[in-house]
């Protein structure tokens, strides 16, 4: 658990704020909490309540760069962080950044990558959520994880991340 507004502070240094949470898109909720575990639901790239880019992940003509598909995990998993701090202000805890003081730890990442039937760098991709956590939690953002290549995501998203973190 950090110190009373550390993850506020690494998220300004970073030049970042929590988004809100971006409205389900089906008959689920964004997180769940399950005793000390906050289980979130798959998390999109949304960035003000649109997807930036569309399609499928890999190299060539019409297809999302590894790159710039890292840079969207790196936003799916923010938009988690916002999720988890949501559930926590909601259940009377502190709200926004504030709330992720009470991460203890990302107990695992799932991150899926709608890809290209020839790109096998899912894993690469997947980093950019995996840095964004470390970057902002320390080391309580450090994880296990999955990097899974699907043919397609909802709305045509690139990727999808979800997270299991545990609460003090």
Same mark, same amino acid.
């Given at each position: 658990?950090?110190?009373?507004?550390?993850?506020? =502070?690494?998220?300004?240094?970073?030049?970042?704020?929590?988004? /809100?949470?971006?409205? /389900?898109?089906?008959?689920?909720? &964004? =997180?769940?909490?399950?005793? =000390?575990?906050?289980?979130? @639901?798959?998390?999109? &790239?949304?960035?003000?309540?649109?997807?930036?880019?569309?399609?499928?992940?890999?190299?060539?003509?019409?297809?999302?760069?590894?790159?710039? *598909? =890292?840079?969207?995990?790196?936003?799916?998993?923010?938009?988690?962080?916002?999720?988890?701090?949501?559930?926590?202000?909601?259940?009377?805890?502190?709200?926004?950044?504030?709330?992720?003081?009470?991460?203890?730890?990302?107990?695992?990442?799932?991150?899926?990558? *709608?890809?290209? &039937?020839?790109?096998?760098?899912? &894993?690469?991709?997947?980093?950019?959520?995996?840095?964004?956590?470390?970057?902002?939690?320390?080391?309580?953002?450090?994880?296990?994880? @999955?990097?899974?290549?699907?043919?397609?995501?909802?709305?045509?998203?690139?990727?999808?991340?979800?997270?299991?973190?545990?609460?003090?």
């Amino acid at each position: 658990m950090a110190d009373a507004g550390a993850v506020a =502070a690494r998220l300004a240094d970073l030049g970042l704020t929590l988004p /809100p949470v971006a409205a /389900p898109v089906a008959a689920y909720v &964004p =997180a769940v909490r399950a005793g =000390a575990l906050v289980h979130t @639901s798959g998390q999109l &790239p949304f960035v003000a309540g649109t997807l930036p880019r569309t399609g499928k992940v890999g190299v060539g003509a019409g297809l999302v760069p590894p790159e710039e *598909a =890292a840079g969207l995990a790196r936003t799916a998993a923010l938009n988690a962080l916002a999720a988890v701090a949501a559930l926590v202000g909601a259940e009377g805890g502190p709200v926004g950044a504030d709330a992720l003081d009470r991460v203890v730890r990302v107990v695992k990442v799932v991150g899926f990558v *709608a890809s290209d &039937p020839g790109f096998t760098g899912q &894993p690469t991709v997947v980093n950019g959520a995996s840095t964004l956590l470390h970057d902002v939690l320390g080391d309580a953002g450090v994880h296990a994880r @999955s990097a899974v290549g699907v043919a397609v995501l909802p709305l045509d998203s690139p990727v999808e991340v979800e997270l299991v973190v545990e609460l003090a």
